[in-house]
């Protein structure tokens, strides 16, 4: 396939991308490093309020309200160097009911490879695909799943290779996602084997399985570890928010685990000032099931996730003066946890706003591969080319 380099734009961006399950834009966010990465010439999400969103905030970004099914090569402008798929995941999410990517809403992924493999007919194949998942896909399907993925970059002529990031290197929110990364005649900076944190032990567990063609054409990624974090969740707090009065909050902590109770009683009791995160979570004990409030003091929070069930709802835990005050985490809280800039327009309902970032991919992390991956990548195969 003949690659074309990217044209210049006026933008500043050297690189174009195309964002497809582009939700609130959030990885073109990461992407773009403020005009030094990649300029978007391409989104597509079907959701109409994820639609409303991505436009809200990138007005001037060409987006496809449509189902990536119907999204044609003539849709998409020139030879991008990258496109980035955050495809759906409920089907492969360890939480779900894991009918894999032949499911209907995963199964989206194959209609994002088969517009890949309309412009690799047409000589516009980007030269950096990028598949951003839960850690569930390492394992649906009993792994078929990632060999499919895989398989098919591979057979496409792709080096592959994959990363387990989890946002809270950058953030204050515990998020693993993993990011399938797949290159094509340019060379990305590699590992002579799996390193941590990055290739965890369930990443090189799922390398295992592959059979032997893929792992000849597989890369160790290597992207530098971050500096040690400074923010803890108390500090994306937003001023003054109310927190739920006594009935609600004692209802709440009425669905404390002992242990869980114990926990925050020596909390109270230290006098100290801590600030946590809860989540209500549907557990089995002796049979039955029990809705539990579980806490955790680390100064992460949880991951964000979408608020269509109540078990999805993140709970703020200030624990002051031996008191404790509850109440919900806000949708800009939320966006804070995504690294989402205070600019970003937020959809006026909290709970769209929640659910718009419990969706979306942190922006700290894709700025992470832009600079370590993508952009040396690129930039060597442009040189190489000159
Ligand atoms: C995990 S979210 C990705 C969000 C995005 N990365 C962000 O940062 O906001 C998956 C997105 O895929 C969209 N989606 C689901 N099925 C789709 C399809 N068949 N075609 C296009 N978009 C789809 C959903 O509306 C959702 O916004």
Redesign the pocket.
Known sequence: MPIRPAPATDSGAAFTACEF???????GLGLHLGGAGFRTVLA????AA?ARAFRANHPDTPLIHD???AVTPDQVPGAPDLCWA????QDVSLAGARGGLKAQ?SG?FW?FWKLMQGLDAEGRAPRVIVL?NVVGLLTSGEGQDFAAVCGAMVEAGYTVGALELDAGLWLPHSRPRLFIIAMRGIEGPRLKGPALPFHSPRLTAAWARLPASLKANWAWWGLDTPPRRNLDLAAVLEPDVPCFDEAEAQTLLAMLSPLHRARLEAIQASGERRVGAAFRRVRTKDGRKLQRLELRFDGLAGCLRTPSGGSSRQYVVIVEDGQVALRRLTGREAARLMGVDEAYRLPASESAALK?MG???AVPVVAALTRGLFLPALTDGAEAAA
Do not use: H, T
């Open positions: 399950f582009a939700g609130g834009g959030l990885a597509n999400d079907i959701d994820k189902d990536v099914w955050s495809s759906p995941c809403r989206a209609g951003e718009l969706d979306a991919v």
